[in-house]
Nanobody, 122 residues
Framework: QVQLVESGGGLVQPGGSLRLSCAAS????????MGWYRQAPGKERELVAV???????NYADSVKGRFTISRDYAKNTVYLRMNSLKPEDTAVYYC????????????????WGQGTQVTVSS
């Protein structure tokens, strides 16, 4: 199987910064898209940022210019650098990846991490 393990969440003051990490491990042949989603209380889960296998990135309008997604392909790890954090960024952040396993042919399966809490408050 495949596991996604996030780290780096926590409590930060408005204007502060955090870096989230997500490492994929297990039976992995290759990874296509990796990304971050978030879910605030009472709201639906929403895309924050994604990065493709070739490095192409896409961001939610609400985080453009403040957040940066990056990826270490050798370590199957994706990062999210979050600057100029605002209270409205408070949410549980989930890592997402499309993984091809050795036993799945050319099929990519979607996996989610367990989530990490980010709280922006003074």
């Amino acid at each position: 199987q495949v596991q996604l393990v996030e780290s780096g969440g926590g409590l930060v003051q408005p204007g502060g910064s955090l870096r989230l990490s997500c490492a994929a491990s297990g039976s992995i042949l290759s990874i296509n898209m990796m990304g971050w989603y978030r879910q605030a209380p009472g709201k639906e889960r929403e895309l924050v940022a994604v990065i493709g296998s070739g490095g192409t990135t896409n961001y939610a309008d609400s985080v453009k210019g403040r957040f940066t997604i990056s990826r270490d392909y050798a370590k199957n790890t994706v990062y999210l650098r979050m600057n100029s954090l605002k209270p409205e960024d408070t949410a549980v952040y989930y890592c997402n990846a499309f993984v091809r396993r050795p036993d799945s042919g050319y099929y990519f399966s979607e996996y989610w991490g367990q989530g990490t809490q980010v709280t922006v408050s003074s």
